[in-house]
């Protein structure tokens, strides 16, 4: 019985964020399932697993975009799909923070502001604290299907690769790499670049 691919959720997909998942992974000697990548999410929960079984090496990261809809969308879908399957073993998820109203949003465990910096508040699009209250809860358009399976670790982040240009691919992303790297330290695992 081969082991679990280990994989970790990233709630957006869009050309900005495919571009600084893709760099990142490279830069962390990790996988990403470029596939995934779109606005909203081009393929199955299915073809993600299939295409999940044919890497080399893990963890490996992936993306889910719901484009903006409030109900439960292809984004969605797809990540339940992946994140119940039995080959799969997710190790955490970097929940992006959108300006879509109404959803419920999901307690995230820390966030990382649009400075780089840990905190235990809630942050918006632009990785701005929201309030100072005690919920860490993300709003986000592709969040709400966290609290229906199982992620050890939730890091919320304003929207990857932007953030009025503080998580720019062009400076490295480091908003998105440190939500990545948390989630590895958390799992114990060691990565590329690693302090």
């Known amino acids: 019985m081969p082991e679990k691919v280990r994989v970790i959720l990233v709630t957006d997909g869009d050309k900005v964020a495919q571009n600084v998942v893709e760099d990142l992974a490279a830069s962390l000697g990790l ?8 606005n909203p999410t081009p393929i199955s929960g299915k073809e993600i697993v299939n295409l999940l079984k044919t890497v ?9 975009d719901d484009r903006g809809r409030r109900d439960r969308g292809q984004g969605e879908r797809a990540m339940q799909y992946v994140a119940d399957h039995p080959d799969i073993e997710v190790l955490g998820a970097v929940a992006v923070a959108s300006n879509t109203g109404g959803s419920g949003g999901i307690e995230a465990d820390v966030c990382v502001t649009g400075t780089g910096k840990m905190v235990d508040h809630p942050v918006d699009k632009n990785g701005d604290v929201r309030n100072r209250s005690n919920h860490m809860v993300i709003k986000g358009d592709t969040v709400d299907v966290l609290n229906e399976v199982e992620v050890p670790v ?13 998580d720019d691919i062009s400076r490295g992303a480091p908003i998105t790499r440190r939500a990545i790297e948390e989630i590895l330290k958390r799992s114990g695992i060691p990565y590329d670049g690693q302090h």
């Open 31 to 38: 996988r990403c399932i470029s596939a995934s990548g779109g």
């Open 56 to 64: 080399k090496s893990d963890p490996v990261l992936v993306m889910f």
């Open 154 to 166: 939730i890091v919320g982040v304003g929207d990857i690769g932007k953030m009025d240009k503080a």
